[in-house]
């Protein structure tokens, strides 16, 4: 066996044939990343010149299944996300909108069994970049503080309808002579629609998104990878207290996003059930601090399921 270390980790050199299917991992990973989106109150209106400035730190750990005759087994994965955000409420045109960006390091480990011995392969770096735009196409005008205090106490009941556009950018570490990478190396172009109804201090939303992917044309060194639309439909359920704390629970489901390798289907589509929890309590006036659980379980025989916990403290200006 020809093996050599990198950043601390043993890996193994595989014949072509297995790297094949590790590429399978790589892909059911992917669809999973997408997946775990379940962010709650993303259309919750904000006072235009509102700035908030975030970090947080993520652990993921989980199973993954492989196609029978690649004899890979008990294959798990181990990720540790760290994120700084940025989001900005401003005046577009007379409605409420906001940007967003997103910027993660990743700590990632693969194991498992490849016909019956341990194999293990870790990647630390940056992951890709996201940032989105959305605005409100109904029921959120453009307000600055006061008036908008003003006009949630004479309006109990809301309902906000939304558009967004999401793009996450290939600026993640990506070595094309690897299968397994923290970035994709591709564009992901994210439309979104939603609806928000508040209710005093109930509010639900439901988001629907439609994820197109640019290609990769250097997926193990110089191969083309080509991805389907994946379809994604999310809602969430919060309660928010008068002190401002509050508690959400989610759920999702995604479709689609079946990939291919110079022509060739990969067998890998993805249905995938999303469920989690979040709560968020005041620290002071301007702090805010979130903890969060989602869970994804996959509806494909190959595919994977993961468990994330995560903690994330705001300031808002």
Excluded at 14 to 35: F, M, N, Q, T, Y
Excluded at 127 to 132: K, M
């Amino acid at each position: 066996m020809n093996t050599c270390t990198r950043s601390g980790i043993r890996w193994a050199k595989k014949p072509k044939a297995i790297d094949g299917g590790i590429g399978l991992l790589c892909l059911a990973l992917a669809g999973v990343a997408l997946a775990d989106d379940m962010e709650p109150r993303r259309w919750t209106p904000l006072p235009i010149g509102t700035n908030v400035v975030g970090a947080g730190a993520v652990y993921t750990e989980g199973d993954i299944a492989f196609d029978p005759v690649l004899k890979v087994e008990d294959a798990t994965v181990e990720v540790e996300t760290v994120a700084v955000s940025y989001l900005r409420a401003f005046d577009f045109f007379g409605r409420s909108a906001r940007v967003d960006f997103l910027v993660p390091h990743q700590h990632a480990t693969w194991k498992g069994l490849l016909d019956g011995q341990s194999r293990t392969v870790g990647r630390i770096g940056p992951a890709d970049p996201r940032i989105r735009f959305s605005v409100s196409l109904a029921g959120a005008p453009a307000l600055p503080p006061d008036a908008f205090r003003q006009y949630r106490a004479s309006h109990p009941v809301q309902t906000v309808v939304g558009a967004a556009l999401a793009l996450t950018l290939p600026l993640g570490e990506y070595q094309k002579d690897k299968v397994l990478n923290l970035g994709q190396n591709r564009f992901v172009i994210e439309p979104q629609l939603g609806v928000l109804h508040s209710r005093g201090p109930w509010s639900c939303e439901l988001t629907g998104s439609l994820l197109f992917f640019t290609d990769n044309n250097e997926f193990r060194v110089d191969k083309k990878r080509e991805q389907d639309p994946l379809f994604a439909l999310q809602s969430h359920v919060t309660y928010t207290a008068a002190r401002g704390w509050w508690l959400s629970l989610g759920a999702a489901y995604d479709w689609g996003g079946e990939s291919m390798v110079e022509g060739v289907r990969m067998r890998d589509l993805k249905r995938d059930l999303v469920f989690g929890t979040s709560a968020g309590m005041p620290l002071g006036r301007s702090a805010s601090i979130k903890i969060a659980y989602v869970g994804i379980r996959s509806k494909e025989t190959i595919g994977a399921d993961t468990d994330s916990l995560g903690l994330a403290l705001s300031i808002r200006f």
